[in-house]
């Protein structure tokens, strides 16, 4: 009987080619998507799950609270660590770590900058790092070091690595004490070429060791491992007022908690102090999408099945008659499906695997279908037989229903409403398809918003270089003189944050009348001279720091934010106190988006103080082009860098990265749509065929009673026109819903206009009018002799 099924399905494949290729291609696209997102969400649900104690694992953070705002951050001061391991039995491991920075490896002759953390010397051995060579215990030699492969190999080729001298930031030698393997590209640490011991951190840099007594200090991470029976929100509620009890007066009233690790990637986003989501909604996104997506595609094939349902109508008939049972027929039915649907998996697979490169491109992820897991080929072809089930499921329903007296005198009619499931389904596959066109819009729309906001800087010509060496940091002047003297260089200041980024907030300051209920946050940026000039930046009064003002060491300039949180008209000249000491307001600035272009600009103070400053900011001659600016820049650098590689960051390209994020967002969704109107094409297409080969005869007559093309073309397309609008009156609403939803998560963003909706559903109309009328207009050519013969 199988066998019999399968014949029956292969011959009836085999004649009607045209309506069997629209059902594989339409399902193996469906398909296609579906296991790209599939793997796409594996991928998310699976970050971090390499370190073998992942739900063991959590970050120490706190929520500290500022003008009535409850904010969440990952900064925490040093002691925490120490007072964690030493008065907590909880804790199996606490480690603290520096942030991740760049810094110079270098052996013998081979230099590069590669970024890395100093750690706690539990770090390997709680974090399970797969050491190649080596112990995990490596870190207990306060000048060692632990290299992943990549960076192993890079600095030593094929030389074991093991004991040899590493010179770092070219004044610092480290012994290699272990090669870990590459962390996946799905971890929150994938970055870390390198781990440094923290108690190297506590000699290179004074300031960290004097941090080990101040609790205000919110300038260092910790990283904590639970004893196996600990729960997190328990030994949470016992840390929570850890820091307050050292600080009584801290206004901020801070509270302490871990954030497992198993939400660090998926629920990373705060509000009041409760997690809101984060990448979490990304992955229902998709995961609804891809639902969607398939479901597309099985209505394709039940459309196009249910409308053959007159052509099947006798072979039913005729089964019934001699004996056939209901169930027999469904069987038939389905296994027709399930031979589509296994057909159409095959297909996918190859489409999967050649769309994978642009895929990971547009995703910025690095996927491959696992070809030897067995379970991916059990979720495969459970997945294959669902599809095959669910796409079939009616059609084999409504077939096995024909009553086979009917049919087989020639009575049988499929009567007047038995197109109405047909003319849902569309309805459904195009107010999914409209309503990520509208989507897809208005993402797009939201970035393009973002990117002509004023950013308060000149971008152009901007490289920035990192002081990592004792060399660069001693030589500043004269390198800045050489450079000015060059010709290829407008301008060079320094400050200890970038232009695109903000590293320090801070507290203590107070000015006359003000609130005492304000904390006064403020972002901080310690700059030398000529910063202003520099960056470009645009003053609403007031002048830049300069070395013609001794004055300027206890100077300060304001942006925008910042004066409107003073609440002062003609701030120029006012008195601002931070930490005791009286500072001058010089200059008033436009606010700079140091930060996300989507939210509002963080009130920051910028003070001039060259010896906070580790960040080089270099304007290169708009005469000059760039690359005989940089090969000068250079080669001026060496002169004063000898041992350093010349690493720079262009000032533009950083900024770009503030909307990669969004942009991976709508290039994604830009992706599924295009691939969502295919497939709704497709079955709108054979059901176009199908409604044009039906009425073959009646356009016939038409013709011959003198009916033009036109009014044929728009008799045959007027249905689906309709079909058309009444997707798009449902589309609109359920799109307004959900993007309204989205960009209210931005304080900076764009409206919701008419026009945008009005463009969605124009487009899918006129993609529904292209492909109904290829195929009414050749059933509208035809010649009606032909069309009106007798079988």
Known sequence: MLRNY????????????AYSLINIVGLATGMAVTLLIGLWIWDELTFDRYHKNYDRIAQVMQHQTWDGRKGT?????????????????????????????????????????KKGNYIGADAPTMFSLHMVKGSLQGLRDPHSILLN?????????????????????????????????????????????????????????????RGEEQWDNNSFQTYAMLQPNADFDQVSAKIKYIKLRHNPKDAAKPEIFLHPMAKWHLYSEFKDGVIKGGRIEFVWLFGIIGAFVLLLACINFMNLSTARSEKRAKEVGIRKAIGSLRPQLIGQFLSESLLVALLAFILSIFLVESSLPLFNDLASKHLSIPWNNPIFWLIGLSFTFFTGFIAGSYPAFYLSSFEPVKVLKGTF????????????????????????????????RQIQFAKNRPIGFSRDGL??????????????????????????????????????????????????????NKQALFGVVAVSSGYGKTMGLQFSAGRDFSDAFATDSSALLLNEAAAAYVGKKNLVGETIKWNGK????????????????????????????????????????????????????EEIYKKHDRNAPFDYKFSSEEYARKFASEERVGKLATF??????????????????????????????????????????????????????????????????FMNNWLARYEYHSELS?????????????????????????AALMNPVRSLKSE
């Open 149 to 209: 492969e990549s960076v192993a190999k890079a600095l030593f080729g094929a030389e074991d690595p093991i004991n040899k001298i590493v010179k770092c930031d070219n004044q610092t030698e480290v012994k290699v004490t272990g090669v870990y393997e590459d962390l996946p590209a799905n971890t929150e640490l994938a970055d870390v070429s390198y781990l440094l011991p923290w108690e190297l951190y506590l000699t290179v840099e004074p300031w960290v060791k």
């Open 672 to 737: 599924f749509a295009c691939l969502a109107i295919f497939i709704s094409c497709l079955g709108l297409f054979g059901l176009a065929s199908f409604v044009a080969e039906q009425r073959i005869k009646e356009i016939g007559v038409r013709k011959v009673l003198g009916a033009s093309v036109f009014n044929l073309w728009g008799m045959l397309s007027k249905d689906f026109v309709w079909l058309v609008l009444i997707s798009f009156g449902l589309s609109v609403p359920i799109a307004y819903f």
């Open 73 to 113: 951050q990952t900064a925490v001061p040093v002691p925490l660590h120490l007072e964690l391991r030493a008065k907590y039995p909880d804790f199996k491991y606490v480690v603290p770590s520096s942030w991740t920075f760049d810094h110079i490896l270098a052996y013998k002759d081979n230099k590069f900058t």
């Open 463 to 516: 490289i920035t270089l990192t002081m990592n060496t004792e060399d660069i940091r001693k030589n500043y002047e004269p390198f800045r003189t050489e450079l000015l003297g060059s010709g290829v260089v407008a301008s060079v200041t320094k400050s200890s944050s970038p232009i695109t980024d903000l590293y320090s907030n801070q507290i203590g300051f107070d000015w006359k009348g003000k609130d005492p």
């Open 6 to 17: 399968f014949k029956v399905a292969i011959r009836a494949l085999l004649k009607n080619k």
């Open 582 to 633: 009286d500072y001058t307001v010089v200059g008033i600035i436009k606010n700079v988006m140091m930060t996300s272009p989507y939210h509002a600009a963080m009130p920051t103070i910028f003070t001039f103080n060259p010896g906070w400053a580790g960040i080089i900011t270099i304007k290169i001659s708009p005469t000059v082009s760039t690359t005989q600016a940089l090969s000068q820049i």
């Open 754 to 778: 008419w026009w945008v909706f009005a463009a969605a559903g124009i487009g899918a109309l006129l993609i529904t009018l292209a492909t109904v009328s290829y195929q009414a207009i050749n």
């Open 413 to 444: 009619r499929v009567g007047r409403y038995a197109s109405l499931p047909r003319k849902v389904l569309v309805v459904i596959q195009f107010t999914v398809s409209v309503t990520l066109i509208i989507g897809t819009i208005i993402v797009f």
